[in-house]
C-alpha cells in the first residue's frame, strides 16, 4: 500500500510564504507525474502545479511567478513553495502522486494524500 503524507500547511498572512511537502511511502515501483491541487470550500478541487518524472513543470495561471514545485526522486518527495501569498478563503491543498506500485502486473495508481490546510488571511 502506498501513502501520502502532506505537511507545511498553516496560517501565513498576504505576502508571506508557505512550503508544502508531500512524501510519497509504501510498496512503490516508480513515480511519475506529482502534482499539487486545491480545494476551497464550495469550488472544485483544481490543479496548482505538477511536475512529471523527467522534471517539466506546470502550473495554473493565477500561480506562475509565484510557486515552484520541484521533487526528490530519491526521497519519493515533492514540495510546493508557495511565496507572496495573496489573501483567499482557506484550502486545502492535496498531493497527488502517479504511482506504480510494487505489484505482478505494475498497474499505476493516482494516489492522494490528506490533505493540508493552508490559510492566508490578515
Known amino acids: 500500500q502506498v501513502q501520502l503524507v502532506e505537511s507545511g500547511g498553516g496560517l501565513v498572512q498576504p505576502g508571506g510564504s508557505l512550503r508544502l511537502s508531500c512524501a510519497a511511502s509504501?510498496?512503490?515501483?516508480?513515480?511519475?507525474?506529482m502534482g499539487w491541487y486545491r480545494q476551497a470550500p464550495g469550488k472544485q478541487r483544481e490543479l496548482v502545479a505538477a511536475?512529471?518524472?523527467?522534471?517539466?513543470?506546470d502550473y495554473t495561471d493565477s500561480v506562475k511567478g509565484r510557486f515552484t514545485i520541484a521533487r526528490d526522486n530519491a526521497k519519493n518527495t515533492v514540495y510546493l513553495q508557495m511565496n507572496n501569498l495573496t489573501l483567499a478563503a482557506p484550502a486545502i491543498y492535496y498531493c497527488?502522486?502517479?504511482?506504480?506500485?510494487?505489484?505482478?502486473?505494475?498497474?499505476?495508481?493516482?494516489?492522494w494524500g490528506q490533505g493540508t490546510q493552508v490559510t492566508v488571511s490578515s
Open positions: 509504501g510498496s512503490i515501483f516508480s513515480i511519475n507525474t
Open positions: 511536475i512529471g518524472s523527467g522534471g517539466i513543470t
Open positions: 497527488n502522486a502517479a504511482v506504480v506500485p510494487r505489484t505482478l502486473s505494475r498497474v499505476p495508481y493516482a494516489y
